[in-house]
């Protein structure tokens, strides 16, 4: 099947539209509900948290799945703003669009992904510390 040349811009452009939308609609899928629970948190980080080892790695793992939400609802909207651009005849638009949702993506996964690997880490270092202690105190018995 050959196109005429009337309809390869067209059908190049159709191609675009389906691809862009095809990257963008998995990010729409993800809830809100982390950014509900974003402000009742903030009256509770007023207050110091002992929290144990195991608390604290399971906040890590939280803080790592909020970034990788956020930074796919920053890459759908760049996305779907992208083609919505290209749509109307405007291609650097929207590539600025899609630039603006990757850079968002990037760096929303980014964040989630450090504060989460420090959380895991200083659970780890509370578990280690926690066995320092029961093995001191079982010396300690024995003597």
């Known amino acids: 099947m050959k ?24 990010g729409f899928g993800q809830s809100n509900a982390d950014q509900e629970s ?20 399971g906040q890590g793992g939280i803080d790592i799945g909020r970034g990788a939400a956020r930074g796919s609802l920053d890459l759908g909207k760049g996305v779907v703003g992208g083609a919505g651009n290209l749509v109307t005849g405007h291609p650097i638009d929207a590539g600025v669009s899609v630039g603006k949702g990757a850079a968002g ?23 280690f510390k926690k066995l320092g202690k029961k093995s001191s105190k079982n010396n300690e018995k024995t003597s």
Request: glycine fraction near 18%; aromatic fraction near 6%; proline fraction near 4%.
């Open 38 to 57: 974003t402000s009742s948190q903030k009256g509770d980080q007023g207050r110091k948290n002992n929290n144990g080892p195991g608390h604290e790695m």
């Open 105 to 127: 993506f990037g760096k929303n996964v980014g964040v989630g992904v450090v504060k989460g690997t420090y959380k895991i880490g200083k659970g780890i270092g509370g578990e």
């Open 3 to 26: 196109l005429e040349s009337s309809l390869k811009p067209e059908f190049m452009m159709i191609c675009c539209l389906a691809l862009v939308l095809a990257f963008a609609l998995p």
